[in-house]
């Protein structure tokens, strides 16, 4: 093969496009598009992101600030973890949408993650959403069909395509041409990405993940350019290689996912919300009431603790059997809400290991799925803010037990309601207060959100190479058609 | 003495159950115009095509300035330059651009001022060559192809139905065109229904009828051939 040549027939598609009405219109749109994707998914996400950064600093100083306080109170007065932003999701914003941002923190509970009060007010549905993975997902894909439809049978309609291999050009020099020309104009629709990453880096994003998720979208974009060439070449008219084309954009951009996501929801279907919580209150019920010292489901433990501290009745324990109590009911209690989370959780995964599936089928849904995982807007990073969120929860939770235990006596805990001075005294310092533990930030988790995606990068790179395979087979049997 | 540039020794293409070429033989000498006529799947752009390597042979050979085709099609090919018979080249480049972008495919390196001389041979109006083919008649387009061709200086020029869709005066600047390059040693194999137009430029006229060589006929010294004759062959040779 001779590049040379290539090359030059490359410039030429170029020149043809710049002089083509249709697609410097094209150029222009999906140019203005991906820009403005970006440019307002930046201005979203900087909100969101210092929007939820002050608000959790706010709840941080809010607790820490509380007077002295009971413990206990505190455990019900409650915390708010904010789930901030990934600096990737400049570029894909994933299930941010739709899955909540704060959580409320409290003794003997799991919340659900519900929305900030202003999230929603704005949003007008899905195109208000359009962020540049959406951008280059669905409308890229189509700017590369409207350039390239015809690249290779436009040469056959005008007889040009004879004419070309009668000067001794090869049909391989034609289509690696027509190759080079139309990944130019991918690549050239790649720089408003690149741009996003950058700024993702300069907010604390790891520069390889960065360019491991632009490789990512490099290769989706090489597949639909593989793909365009190959029905370009397969066609003898353009109208048709067009209405395949966009038959074929229709089924892996727009079809496959909800089919994927209503075949998954089904095929792994579990309880929804009310269900799931009716069962959780039976399961908790037999856990017993931690706030009560004397409900029997505590009474081995209490005499657990008798021998341990070899004491005779609770009385003379050296600390708070309330405390004590209360730290073993929450301890219970979480390893059954944990259960049944877990199961949520792992039923969740099952819808999403469906709808990987899936990516075999579209290569659009591969490069989704690969680029939520990269970004950090994932279910599962979703899922690790759920379990962070969880062991803040339980941890400060724990602590204020602890407190309750140790720096609280038993007379004074069981007095004060009748007696003011021992109310006085169960209150403790507010120093006590901080002791809130940060949810970890999404730059630190980088080696997970890349071994998660690289089943979907990999599946991306198979369907460049089935994409490949397939162009330059049909630009080979191609040059048969030309006669 | 003369030598054959283009010879079809016992030539036969089959496609499908279909034989579509039927053991033809014919030579072509050096600076010679020689048209192979036919009616409709006589075969005439099969054998064109066969010459080009764009189709086998399933028997014969097919042979240009001693380069068996099917042996070596890319040192075949560069002995031609080829006019399909709907030659619209690229409707968005001007003639100018058009040629330059063939010549460089090509790997031919021709002045400006050697394309503008090719275009004035072909008597392509000046203020006509910057503007895009897309606003040419055919025979305006028919003319850049030629003149690329001229550009070219391949030794045998293949032309796949050149007049059609062409107006009478087209028709005659065309043919007088194909004289010139003739008289300057450029070998022409042309497909064409025009028989008046063939006979009045080849030295020899080919009738192909179902894929056979029905007869050929040959001008001798500067009498043409008979337009009437061959017609009337012609005629005959189509079925009834």
Redesign the interface.
Known sequence: MNFRIAYIIARDEWRYWLRSRLSVAALVAASILIVAALISTITQVQTERTTRENFQAEAINTFESQPARHPHRMIHYGHYVFRTPAPLSVIDLGVDAAAGTVMFLEGHRQNSAVFTPNYSSANAGQLAELSPAFAYQVLTPLLLIILGFASISRERESATETLLYSISVAPLELWMGKIIALSGAALMSLLPLSLGLGLAISAGEHAGVAAYMLSGYALYLLTWVFIITAVSSSCQASSTALTLLLAGWIFFCIVISPVASGIASTGGAYEGKVVSDIAVQQALRGSGDGHNEADPAFDQFKMQLLQQYNVESIESLPINIRGMISKNAEEKQTQILNRFSDRRMEAARTQSRIVYWFGLLSPALALKNFSMNVAGTSLSEYQRFQHQAENVRFDFVQRLNNLHAEQLSYSDDINRSKDHQSEQRTRISPVHWKMLQPVAHHEDNEQERVSESLPHFIMLFFWCVFGAIWSVTRATRGAANAA | MTKSLVTASKLCVERGNRRVLDNISFTINKGDIFALLGGNGAGKSTTL?TF?G??KPSSGEAIINGIKVEEDI?AA??Q???L??????????SAYENIE??L????ISRSSQEISLSLDDVKLAPKMRIE?LSSYSKGMRQKVAIALAML?RSPLL?LDEPTSGLDPVAIDEFNTILKALADAGTTIFMVTHDVYGACEIAKRVGLLQQGKMASVFEAVGETKISAEAVHQAFRQSQPS
């Open positions: 095509l080009l764009f189709v890319q090919r560069g031609i330059a080829y399909p018979e709907s030659a619209n080249l690229y409707a968005h480049l972008y063939f460089s495919l090509a790997q895009p070219r293949l």
